[in-house]
């Protein structure tokens, strides 16, 4: 199966095991809701601006330029599951549990990978999560199953699950993302079979 016919397949499964009833609200740089909800989880999209109040580091410009290699443009806001107070809770105990644990980087490189080049090598470290994948093993608990294992979620597959989209233009890739790109489409003049429809380089 080409890299293009499984994400293909991919997205139709999330889009048929999408929860009804959920609500997303999207809050513009600087604002936030004026109280949370035990269960709800937020995606943060990055930027490209400078300082600690939301500046995005080489590794989140590296997720950025993956999940767009996946899904092209997606955001990133407040999702309001629907979930039982019981399921509430056993996401947000799980997630308690993980409370100190230490950054999956061995997971992001083996993700990064995976979603840059289309390989289904999977790599990761038992007990340690990047972010997407922690809320994605922690929401487990309001749905049946995601199509994709939560080590190998990336916020954007998270968003696209959940169809949680502002509808506003994302800020560009920036020089790291579009090398990357570069890069994919470089790969892919070797490893495209006949038939195989073209990359999708994403955003630029």
Known sequence: MGIRSKEDRIRTLMRERRPA???????????????????????HRATDTKGRQGATTTLGKLIQAGERRRFG?????VVHVSASPQQRELACGFA????????GIV??????????????????????F?????????TEKYIEA????????????????????????????????????LLVLFVDLFRRRRGD??????SR
């Open 107 to 128: 997971n992001f490189i083996g993700l990064g990978v995976q979603a840059l080049f289309g390989w289904t090598l999977s790599v990761h470290m038992d007990g340690q």
């Open 96 to 103: 308690r549990t993980r409370v100190g644990d230490s950054y």
């Open 146 to 181: 995601y199509p994709r294992s939560p080590e190998d979620m990336m916020p954007g597959d998270l968003a696209y699950f959940w169809d949680a989209s502002s509808g506003e233009p994302l800020p560009a890739l920036g020089l790291l993302g579009r090398l990357l790109n």
């Open 21 to 43: 009833d959920v609500a997303v609200s999207h809050y513009p740089p600087g604002e936030a809701p004026e109280r949370f909800v035990a269960g709800d989880f937020t995606l």
């Open 130 to 138: 990047i972010c997407s994948g922690l809320v994605s093993r922690a």
């Open 197 to 202: 429809p073209a990359p999708d380089p994403g």
């Open 73 to 77: 443009n997606s955001d990133y806001i």
